[in-house]
């Protein structure tokens, strides 16, 4: 079997930093438990920003800094990041367009069984990265793990999961 668990923006400003929650801390234990247990490879995505984050679009709809390249905000959760066996994927998009491609790449050397989705946030970028992926691996069973998973709001997160179902993405 050729799983791949894909942990998206596990980082300290999304975590407890100046876009944390209470649900984002909550989820760090399961997430590490379920890095620890897959049974396949495992990348990991970081969203990422210059200092000149205000000026951009998403700086102008969501002016709150974060995840800016070179500060902690922007690093893996310690204990997460201790986990990693690969280079983290920086994305300066919600949807790695990067990551697409990689798993792309892959499936045509072996054929990809599942990709799992964790991580942050549910409604923003999880949901991005499981859409734009469908888009590359239409025929590839794509689960997101809402145990493992955390969005803006409580209500934005369940929104976020019930919108991925018709798009035959698998809920957990």
């Not at 984002?24 to 969203?47: H, N, S, Y």
């Not at 002016?63 to 920086?90: A, S, Y």
């Not at 991005?128 to 955390?150: H, M, R, W």
Request: net charge negative.
């Amino acid at each position: 079997m050729n799983n791949i668990l894909i942990v998206v923006d596990m980082q300290n400003d999304f975590i407890d930093g100046s876009l944390g929650t209470k649900e984002a801390k909550a989820i760090v234990p399961k997430v590490i438990e379920k890095i620890k247990d897959f049974q396949g490879r495992v990348f990991f995505t970081r969203d990422t920003h210059n200092e000149d984050y205000l000026n951009t679009l998403e700086g102008k709809n969501l002016p709150i800094e974060h995840c800016i390249k070179g500060t902690f905000g922007w690093e893996i959760q310690e204990d997460i990041n201790k986990l990693r066996k690969t280079t983290p994927i920086d994305k300066e998009t919600f949807g790695s367009k990067d990551l697409a491609l990689l798993l792309y790449e892959e499936n045509k050397k072996e054929k990809i069984d599942s990709i799992t989705i964790i991580g942050l946030c549910t409604d923003i970028c999880v949901i991005s990265n499981a859409l734009t992926i469908k888009a590359f691996l239409p025929e590839t069973n794509i689960l997101v793990d809402s145990s493992c998973c955390a969005g803006v709001t409580v209500e934005s997160h369940k929104n976020a999961l019930e919108a991925l179902k018709p798009c035959q993405i698998e809920v957990l």
